[in-house]
């Protein structure tokens, strides 16, 4: 069974850009697992970041963007800020109405 | 305003049953895809189960299969899981998600979520 893989802590400088990863264990991401991002403070819902690679949901930030990095997907944020802070998940559709979400990022802003 | 909002979740025994609910408002929720997440104290999201909204189909994942039931109700605009032979690891917070423009990709509304304990 194939596994999504993200880094599981990340630290990012006020200001700075950061690009997560999300990946397989088994193969390579590309736009045809429509690899979408979200968002989730502790204690609250997720929140849609990107969907179908590339795109903003809304009244995201264009802060966020999303692409394909070799062979992963990728969330990049630039200029990041103290509340970018938290947990970033990114989910592959593998077919057949299964999604499967990455095990998480956990994003430090210092 | 689009809105999601679980209930149902609760304390219950291993072996025992329970039935999440989740109202729609603000948005056709008869030809929209609904799926259910959920995700373990401490834990990362997991997808559950997804019932799409013109086919019928049901969708679900390994850990749940045979166990669970999703369903939908379109006259009351509320979404179910039936969710029995519940094990601890079942333990969970248990959010409804509507997804994105009718399909199987991407989550679009999340609603705030459910607490589902299993233990005796």
């Known amino acids: 069974q194939t596994v999504v893989t993200q880094e599981p802590s990340f630290s990012v400088s006020p200001g700075g850009t950061v690009t997560l990863t999300c990946g397989m264990t088994s193969g390579s991401v590309s736009s045809s697992y429509y690899p979408s991002w979200y968002q989730q403070t502790p204690g609250q819902a997720p929140r849609t970041l990107i969907y179908t690679t590339n795109t903003r949901s809304s009244g995201v930030p264009d802060r966020f963007s999303g692409s394909i990095l070799g062979n992963k997907a990728a969330l990049t944020i630039t200029g990041a800020q103290a509340d970018d802070e938290c947990d970033y998940y990114c989910v592959l559709y593998m077919g057949s109405g299964i999604s499967v979400f990455g095990g998480g990022t956990k994003l430090t802003v210092l | 305003e689009v809105q999601l909002l679980e209930s149902g979740g609760g304390l219950v025994q291993p072996g025992g049953s329970l039935r999440l609910s989740c109202a729609a408002s603000?948005?056709?929720?008869?030809?929209?895809?609904m799926s259910w997440v959920r995700q373990a104290p401490g834990k990362g999201l997991e997808w559950v189960s997804t019932?799409?909204?013109?086919?019928?189909?049901?969708y679900y994942a390994d850990s749940v299969k045979g166990r669970f039931t999703i369903s939908r109700d379109n006259s009351k605009n509320t979404l179910y899981l039936q969710m029995n032979s519940l094990r601890a690891e079942d333990s969970a917070e248990y959010y409804c998600?509507?997804?994105?423009?009718?399909?199987?990709?991407?989550?679009?509304?999340w609603g705030q979520g459910t607490m589902v304990t299993v233990s005796s």
């Open positions: 998600a509507k997804r994105l423009g009718g399909g199987l990709y991407s989550f679009e509304i």
């Open positions: 019932f799409s909204g013109s086919s019928g189909n049901t």
């Open positions: 603000g948005f056709t929720f008869s030809t929209s895809v």
